[in-house]
Structures are given as C-alpha cells and as structure tokens.
C-alpha cells in the first residue's frame, strides 16, 4: 500500500510562478526523498531530506519536513516550461522506496 | 550513480503470453527493485531481488505470477506471466546508490506494456 498522500494531486501554473507539493506520510521515516518522472518514464532523484533535517535546499528546489505532522513539502521557485512532469516523494522503510500518490505539474509558458 | 537500461522499451502483448523484461545495471548493486506502474498511478514494488536467493515478493504479488531472475550483480529479468488487459502498467527497476553513501535510487527508463 502507499505510504502517504500528495496534494495538489495536480496543479497547473504559469512560468514563472512557484510551484507548492505536499506530502504526508503514515510511519516514522529515516529519510523522505522526492522524485521527479517525465512522461510515464523513469524516475530522478531530485532530493533528500533526513529525519533530523527540517529544511533542505538544492538549487530552486526547496524541501521542509515536519516529523510531528509527518508531512513534506517541494518548492520549486521560478518555475519553468521544462518543470512540467509527475513528482512523488518517497520514505524509506527497510530498503525499499515507498511512494506516494504524485503531483502532476504543468509549467505553462 | 548508476546506469540502468531496460528491454524491451514498449510492447503490445496477448492475453495469455508471458513477456520478460530485462534491467542491466552499469555497477554492481546487491539489491535491485521491481516497480508497477498503472496508468495515472504511482509506483508500487512487486520484489526485491537479491544475486543469489530468491526474490522477496511484496503483499499482492506471487512468484508464479512474477518470477524473477538475478543472476549476477548487474542484471535481472522480470516475468509478467499468463498476461491480462490488467498487467498493462509501465514496469521499471531500479537500485540503490552503487557506493551505498545514499539512499537514493536510480531508475530504468521502464517497460511500457499494453496487453490485449
């Protein structure tokens, strides 16, 4: 079964503009990483945050976590066209990945 | 990081048929994952396969169903067997970080299959 759920469960914004996902998840975590997937084809690895870490950065890529609330969230400032794709995060249990449900973005120029 | 590539890429299949979908990894990985992907959906693992033992099948999936080869530390093969319209889902494998420094994963472009 899933690990959580995501929201916006699809969001549409124009170039530019920032770019808000949302996560939550059910078990306590080591780590909570997002993905990123273009057009039904493999995934990038976008970003790891650890249990103990509450904000991460990576270029326009801003992560925060919340243990208490076990929820996540991706910032993507400056949005661009190239943004457009599927993001997932994902925790950590024993080795395997366990998604969530996905943001479906679209970048509109 | 590490490289992986899939075959076949896309295929249309028969109900009925079985297809074998290989992953070959440029480094060697103890672990490498299996994933479903229905359509509009998120990623679910159907197995961990391990070189040397048998895979460990998540809740929901079989190994009649889905049997698993790994025979060495660079590639394994996934069955879809006795295939239905409801195995049509991208399936993609992946590993974990080659130098064991992260937890992150690496993925394969996936197998889009669309069974008839």
């Keep these: 079964s899933q690990q959580g759920e995501e929201d916006p469960q699809a969001l549409s914004i124009q170039e530019g503009e920032n770019a808000t996902m949302n996560c939550s998840y059910k078990t306590s975590i080591n780590n909570l990483q997002w993905y990123r997937q273009n057009s039904g084809r493999g995934l990038v690895h976008l970003i790891l945050i650890r249990s103990n870490e509450r904000e991460k950065h990576s270029g326009r890529l801003r992560v925060t976590l919340d243990t208490s609330k076990k929820s996540s969230s991706l910032l993507i400032t400056a949005s661009r066209a190239a943004d457009t794709a599927s993001y997932f995060c994902a925790t950590t249990g024993g080795g395997k990945l366990i998604f969530g449900q996905g943001t479906e973005l679209s970048v509109k120029p | ?116």
């Design chain 2, 1 to 116: 990081s590490a490289v992986i590539s899939q075959k076949p890429s896309r295929d249309i299949c028969q109900r009925g048929t079985s297809l074998t979908i290989q992953c070959q990894v440029d480094s060697q990985v103890t672990m490498m994952f299996w994933y479903r992907q229905q359509p509009g959906q998120s990623l679910t693992l159907i197995a961990t396969a391990n070189q040397g033992s048998e895979a460990t099948y998540e809740s929901g999936f079989v190994i009649d169903k889905f049997p698993i080869s790994r025979p060495n530390l660079t590639f394994s093969t996934l069955t879809v067997s006795n295939m239905s319209p409801e195995d049509s889902s991208i399936y993609l494998c992946s590993v974990e970080d080659p130098t064991g420094k992260t937890y992150e994963q690496y993925f394969g472009p996936g197998t889009r299959l669309t069974v008839t």
